[in-house]
């Protein structure tokens, strides 16, 4: 038979990502004849006949036999609950809606959610929320297509410049994307609908599309056993008064029993436990005046379904860990082997070097550790739990190797006292954020810190392009050292670094430079000043009104050649004129 798709939703905060889950919850609740909705712990079933009353001839469009028993909405949203959904080669959740504020467009936490959907392989649609707030929009009916044609010209302008807008950062992120009902292939094209999840306007449509393509696309995904072992995923481990350490599971496939074995990934090793107890909300009519610990007790749930589980050692398990039943000695063995195979599917490749990866699930730390190689950036380690003092060690260890892309990167986990003593002491840098694009843009900003410093260091130990005139009647001192005042043409004089003449001979070195009665280690372009210059005698290597160049080796020439973004245009065309000097004597010089 088939269980009902299981569907996530993502997007940047604020866009609205709660209130569109609120609205398709209060809408079923409120249809208490056909409604009958089942609230499971994380998630809601909407049935396929609150659809078909909600929906009404939209479902038509699809000219299909809908045999899905309904939708079921992961109704805790946002990455951290989507990342904990997770099985071998993808993601728990059969599709997604990433929820987009029309009047703000893709953001950084939206990039985020797409490209984590990517990661996980999920095929999504995009609510382009709050058209309740373009100017001048009236809702005349729910139906978006129905009200956009009831609306001004002026407001009809304005909704269609934000649409189009929202098309094209679609594509900056490489998705063809259109209004739904202008989709050919739903397989290449993203279908956008415009929704209020205020209004309720364009609710129906996306419950109509959701439907329509989980039925048309998915129908082999959805199929499952009734009476097979239970397979889910681990959506949250959390302690609960009177009931001890409990998980919070979407059984994504088979029956899970009271009294069955429970196979799932612990934070060392595979867990095995009994079921104790299976537990739901009470209805959610009732649930918002029922005391927090009312609960309905089940004997067994069928996929597909949320379901708090009662057993020992949960709290050896972690989120995001996959699950699996057995009624058999046989089937515990097989449970055991798919468990070791979803988890050893999960490995992150890791370097000799990098940054130290920490988070609090299994789903979470996939997710980043994918953004992470995209960007390029090296994993020492990735693992799940608080940082401690071993985690500081390695860092010290990985930065002898690796300084640029040292760090601690901490998502939902802690750092023990010993371990921030030693990160302190020895200045490992711990980056701690509960929002996975805040830790990726600080790392990022890091690095670029890191590779800039080294950058300018490197560049402070090499000669620079210079060039100036000695100027008449400006010679204080002749010779050891011969001391003369100068104006700067162009580049930068630095001290330390030696001299050539327009033929190429080199010379002398920059002792020291005095500009306005105080040393200084560097000079440029329009300054005068009085430098030293050793090992030249005025009148004989050097001369008043003389133009003179800083010297470099070749290996210097090329360093700075391949710094070309730090020079300016004139500094560039000296570079040349250097080069020309240069190959008077040695015509690859340089090159």
Same mark, same amino acid.
């Given at each position: 038979m088939?269980?009902?798709?299981i569907i996530?939703v ?7 990502k709660t209130s ?5 919850? &209060? ?9 009958r909705?089942t ?6 079933e909407?049935?396929l006949?609150t659809l078909?009353?909600i929906c009404?001839d939209?479902?038509?469009k699809?000219?299909l036999k809908?045999?899905?028993p309904g ?9 951290e609950a989507f ?5 071998r080669g993808?993601?728990?959740?059969d599709?997604?809606?990433v929820?987009i504020?029309i009047?703000q467009?893709?953001?950084p936490q ?9 990661t996980?392989k ?5 609510a382009? %929320?709050?058209?309740?707030l ?7 009916d729910k139906?978006?297509?129905?009200n956009?044609?009831?609306q001004?010209?002026d ?6 410049k934000?649409f189009?807008?929202?098309m094209g950062?679609?594509?900056e992120?490489?998705?063809?994307s259109?209004?739904y ?12 609908v415009?929704v209020?999840a205020?209004? &309720? ?7 109509a599309l ?12 959805l ?5 097979g ?17 409990t998980a ?5 496939d088979?029956t899970l029993k009271v009294?069955?074995?429970?196979v799932l &990934?612990?934070k ?16 959610l009519?009732?649930?918002?005046v029922?005391s927090r610990?009312?609960w309905?007790?089940?004997q067994?749930v069928?996929?597909?379904t ?6 020992h050692?949960?709290?050896k398990?972690?989120a995001g /860990?996959?699950?699996?039943s ?9 449970a ?6 979803? @988890?050893e /599917? ?11 990866l920490?988070?609090?699930t ?17 994993i020492?380690?990735?693992e799940i ?8 060690m390695e ?9 640029i892309?040292?760090a601690?990167?901490a998502?939902?986990?802690?750092l023990? /006292?010993d371990a921030a003593e030693l990160?302190?002491?020895?200045k490992i840098?711990v980056i /701690?954020? %509960?929002v ?9 900003e890091?690095v670029?810190?890191k ?10 130990s ?8 000695i100027l008449p009647?400006?010679?204080?001192r002749?010779s050891?050292p ?10 930068? @004089?630095?001290?330390g670094g030696k001299?050539?003449?327009?033929e190429?001979h080199?010379?002398g ?5 005095e ?6 280690k560097e000079?440029?372009t329009g ?9 030249v005698?005025v009148?004989r290597q050097?001369h008043?009104?003389e133009?003179?160049f800083?010297?470099m ?6 360093a700075?050649?391949?710094?070309k ?8 065309? @000296? ?9 008077k ?7």
């Amino acid at each position: 038979m088939l269980r009902q798709p299981i569907i996530t939703v993502l997007g940047h905060v604020d866009h609205g990502k709660t209130s569109v889950l609120d609205y398709i919850r &209060g809408t079923t609740v409120a249809d208490k004849e056909a409604g009958r909705i089942t609230q499971h712990i994380g998630a809601t079933e909407v049935p396929l006949s609150t659809l078909q009353k909600i929906c009404g001839d939209l479902l038509e469009k699809f000219k299909l036999k809908f045999t899905i028993p309904g939708l079921l909405f992961i109704d805790t949203p946002g990455h951290e609950a989507f990342t904990n959904l997770r099985k071998r080669g993808g993601s728990v959740a059969d599709l997604a809606i990433v929820v987009i504020d029309i009047t703000q467009g893709v953001q950084p936490q939206t990039k985020e959610a797409i490209d984590i959907l990517k990661t996980f392989k999920v095929p999504f649609v995009v609510a382009a %929320n709050k058209i309740d707030l373009v100017r001048n929009w009236k809702m005349h009916d729910k139906v978006f297509i129905k009200n956009y044609e009831m609306q001004t010209q002026d407001v009809k302008d304005y909704f269609d410049k934000l649409f189009y807008n929202l098309m094209g950062q679609m594509s900056e992120q490489g998705f063809n994307s259109h209004l739904y009902n202008k989709v050919d292939d739903y397989r290449k094209t993203i279908s956008i609908v415009p929704v209020s999840a205020k209004t &309720g306007e364009g609710l129906p449509e996306l419950l109509a599309l959701l439907t329509g393509l989980s039925q048309k696309f998915l129908e082999e995904n959805l199929r499952t056993e009734l009476t097979g072992v239970a397979k889910g995923s681990i959506l949250e481990i959390k302690e609960v008064q009177g009931l001890g350490v409990t998980a919070d599971a979407i059984i994504y496939d088979g029956t899970l029993k009271v009294n069955d074995t429970l196979v799932l &990934g612990g934070k060392r090793e595979i867990i095995r436990t009994k079921i104790k107890a299976l537990l739901k909300p009470a209805p959610l009519a009732e649930i918002r005046v029922a005391s927090r610990d009312k609960w309905t007790h089940l004997q067994e749930v069928s996929a597909a379904t949320g379901v708090r589980i009662v057993a020992h050692d949960l709290d050896k398990s972690v989120a995001g /860990s996959p699950l699996q039943s057995a009624r058999t000695d046989e089937e515990e063995e097989l449970a055991v082997n798919f468990i070791t195979a979803e @988890l050893e /599917s999960s490995h992150i490749e890791t370097q000799n070097s990098g940054a130290i990866l920490k988070t609090d699930t299994l789903g979470s730390l996939e997710a980043i550790a994918e953004i992470l190689r995209k960007k390029q950036f090296p994993i020492l380690k990735a693992e799940i739990g608080d940082i401690n003092k071993k985690d500081i060690m390695e860092a010290i260890a990985s930065r002898e190797r690796d300084e640029i892309h040292t760090a601690i990167l901490a998502f939902n986990v802690k750092l023990d /006292s010993d371990a921030a003593e030693l990160a302190d002491k020895e200045k490992i840098i711990v980056i /701690s954020k %509960n929002v996975i694009y805040h830790l990726i843009d600080d790392y990022e900003e890091l690095v670029m810190s890191k590779k800039q410093a080294k950058h300018l260091k490197t560049v402070e130990s090499l000669n620079w392009p210079a060039k100036f005139r000695i100027l008449p009647n400006h010679t204080f001192r002749i010779s050891k050292p011969a001391i003369v005042g100068i104006v700067m043409l162009t580049g930068k @004089l630095k001290t330390g670094g030696k001299l050539m003449d327009s033929e190429g001979h080199e010379f002398g070195e920059i002792k020291s430079i005095e500009l306005e009665g105080a040393k200084v280690k560097e000079l440029k372009t329009g300054q005068e000043a009085a430098v030293a210059i050793s090992n030249v005698i005025v009148g004989r290597q050097i001369h008043e009104k003389e133009v003179l160049f800083s010297a470099m080796s070749e290996s210097n020439f090329r360093a700075i050649k391949d710094k070309k973004e730090l020079l300016s245009t004139d500094e560039i065309k @000296l570079m040349k004129e250097i080069a020309e000097i240069k190959r008077k004597t040695h015509k690859t010089w340089g090159l």
